[in-house]
């Protein structure tokens, strides 16, 4: 069986589009994702651009923040905070990876968790591990794998599955998923 993750891209994004333009007609204003890159990673460049992209051909309003690699703390710290209580903002994501020199989980724990766009806050990751409870955001790699499957009509009742690798952002919430 061969996945056309492209193919089903096109058509979540088309669904999503509509349902963002009804949003911003019920409350008169469109939702807005927050976006901070630290540094100079060209891929992280690279995937912050699409992700900018990608919500302007939603209908997304996009705040872009852009920090030296030899940011502070206590500067990236006051910005996640003053976007938490930014109105405007719906959703906030903090490009990964970090400069070395930045408490990466410290920083990740002070995005609200309703306002967490890559369900990287413990109290998200912690609700999808738990059975029967609905985190308000997940990690994408592991969503996306499910969500193509499920569009596959892959049946997963019963199926085993091995996860290699445990990291916070694709291995742990896939093996949660």
Not at 95 to 108: C, G, K, S, V, W
Request: glycine residues 8%; proline residues 6%.
């Amino acid at each position: 069986m061969l996945l056309d993750g492209n193919m089903l891209a096109q058509q979540i994004r088309a669904r999503l589009a509509g349902e963002v333009a009804r949003l911003t007609e019920q409350v008169g204003r469109a939702p807005g994702l927050a976006t901070v890159l630290i540094g100079d990673n060209p891929a992280s460049h690279t995937y912050v651009r699409s992700k900018r992209r990608v919500s302007a051909e939603l209908g997304v309003q996009s705040f872009h923040h852009e920090l030296p690699a030899d940011v502070a703390q206590a500067e990236v710290a006051h910005l996640l905070r003053r976007l938490n209580n930014d109105p405007a903002i719906h959703g906030i994501l903090v490009q990964l990876p970090l400069p070395t020199h930045l408490d990466e989980n410290a920083l990740l724990d002070l995005i609200h968790y309703a306002k967490d766009a890559d369900g990287l806050h413990p109290t998200n990751l912690g609700l999808l591990a738990m059975k029967g409870r609905q985190p308000n955001a997940i990690p994408c790699t592991p969503n996306g794998i499910m969500v193509m499957l499920a569009e596959a009509g892959v049946d997963l009742n019963g199926a085993q599955a091995v996860v290699v690798g445990r990291s916070n952002i694709v291995g742990t919430p896939m093996a949660c998923s």
